[in-house]
């Protein structure tokens, strides 16, 4: 059989709706013969480890385990969505405090247990601040965690396509950048319609400032939405999203779509957040974008409100001031 790799990936939050999915995923996918599914809840975890057994996947070893020591020993590639999930009527940022820990406690283990681990995906909310837990705690390199902001461009992608009522893969060059929240920067300064640049349209008839306007809200509360529409959070997007983000770190396709990353230039200080970006066998790497004056004041006030968030989290004592980050992780 013909996979990515066949060293181990394992799926920190397997019980659940978006890791269950992340397996099946990966497997239809074909990224590693070696799939190791993780989380404490034994019964839930059993029974989707069963599930994928009764897929009849061919060629691939598909482990569980409660054991966090078992689960990271070895662990190559790592996708985690292991904290709580938002309900109806939360925001991202709803969940700071517990999650927060649990990305603490999360890579404090793969220091432990995975320090030659190659590349981590982040998927659980608020990602930036967690996604940067994990980097911290984890001791590896920035261009080695990233977290799931490419799902807020893919969701300014379907608005804009379904504005303009044309299939969605003729809308290109969607980006949104900054926190993956409330304060995300919806852009459209790389996007096109059908090969027309979106700024061409913008302010005409075909898309009136107000109809923008109303597209980014719809972009920003995309999650809120699913869990209004569903009764649960998203799990089927963000599931294919991070695990073709993981797919590129093993080889793949280079990701091309904006991920959280780690940034400490230009102004923008010891922060994750979503930059055009590009995730491939070396790790993810970023560019500063020509944004607009517009696009580029929002990212600035997106960054001071990820900063305010990490501050809280150092304030809570869950993690060391900055001014320590270097003598815990000396990549940073």
Known sequence: MNFLTNEKLTIVGAAGMIGSNMAQCAAMMKLSSNICL?????????????????CGFDGVNISWTTDVKEALTDASYIIS??????????????????????????GRNVKKYAPNC????????????????????????P??????????????????????????YKVQGCVTLGGHGEKMIPCASKATVDGTPLLKLLGTDKLTKEQFEEIKQKTIQGGSNIIALRGRSSFQSPSFVSVEMIAAAMGGEPFKLPAGCYVNTNGYDHILMAMNSTIDKTGVHYQLSDLTAEEKAGLDASYKHLEELRDQVIEM????????????????
Do not use: C
């Open 38 to 54: 993780y989380d404490p809840f034994a019964k839930g975890l059993e029974g989707v480890a069963e599930e994928l057994y009764h």
């Open 81 to 106: 969505s292991g904290g709580a999930p938002r309900k109806e009527g939360m925001t991202r940022e709803d969940l700071l405090k517990g999650n927060a820990q649990i990305a603490a406690d999360f």
């Open 118 to 141: 190659k590349h981590i995906v982040v998927i659980f909310n608020p990602a930036d601040i967690t996604g940067l837990i994990v980097l911290l705690e984890s001791g590896l390199k």
């Open 143 to 168: 261009n080695q965690v990233t977290t799931l902001a490419a799902l807020d461009s893919t969701r300014l992608q379907s608005e804009l396509a379904k504005h303009f009522g044309i299939a969605q």
């Open 317 to 332: 004592g869950i993690i060391a001031p900055v001014k320590d980050w270097k003598t815990i992780n000396p990549n940073l």
